[in-house]
């Protein structure tokens, strides 16, 4: 067995990439770290859980929403002053848990660009999940109660909202396929037990084996 090793996911909304991480994390018996990572963040940030979760993902220069939640800050940044805006102090602290956690242990990141972050850590294996529209449509409108038109709309801002986090924090496009290691359409595959089932076989054969011979 590999003595650490970390996989990143990122994934469409809707594409059951969050799940597919969690029960990889189980089957693994490894740390995930998704939501959560918004309490860590938090405490190191001293910025409130309530307004970590709100800004999240969100991309930075939301001059009017940092106004309301942080109004020196956004003054700040209005005056071209050099304090970071609320938008970069979230994006740090949860960079920071990320770093601080993959130094330590095997681990399982949930999106905030930690495949991006980690660039150049050994042992890290980078994955990006999609779906088919019509599966995340079916998906979303189960878990939220909603029309399939109203999981679209969501689907289509959610994916957007990722997108410009993602490409702002990193310089890179978050649809770019060669940054990662694995792309996989849950879709094409029988759905959510075969992709867990595809990427653990991926995980086992990228560092258990390589252990075992050397």
């Avoid at 939501?35 to 930075?60: C, D, F, R, T, Y």
């Avoid at 050994?122 to 409108?141: G, M, S, T």
């Amino acid at each position: 067995m590999a003595e650490k090793f970390i996989v990143t996911i990122c994934r469409q909304f809707g594409s059951g990439g969050s799940e597919i991480g969690y029960r990889l994390a189980e089957e693994l018996g490894v740390k995930y770290y998704d939501k959560n990572l918004i309490v860590q963040a938090a405490k190191e940030s001293g910025l409130s859980e309530h307004v970590m979760a709100a800004e999240e993902e969100k991309p930075s220069g939301s001059f009017l929403y940092s106004m309301v939640l942080a109004p020196h800050a956004a003054a700040s940044h209005f005056l071209n002053w050099t304090e970071d805006s609320l938008n970069d102090r979230i994006y740090k602290a949860q960079a920071n848990v990320i770093r601080k956690a993959a130094a330590e242990e095997s681990c399982i990141f949930i999106g905030r660009c930690a495949d991006y972050l980690l660039w150049d850590e050994p042992n890290v294996y980078r994955i990006f999940i999609q779906a088919d529209l019509e599966d995340r449509k079916e998906r979303i409108a189960k878990e939220g109660n909603v029309s399939l038109d109203k999981a679209a709309d969501i689907i289509k801002k959610k994916d957007k909202t990722r997108a410009n986090y993602y490409n702002f924090h990193t310089n890179n496009k978050w649809t770019d396929l060669t940054n990662y290691d694995l792309c996989l359409n849950v879709s094409k595959i029988g759905g959510i037990d075969e992709a867990v089932h595809l990427i653990r076989e991926m995980i086992e054969l990228r560092f258990f084996n390589k252990a075992e011979k050397e």
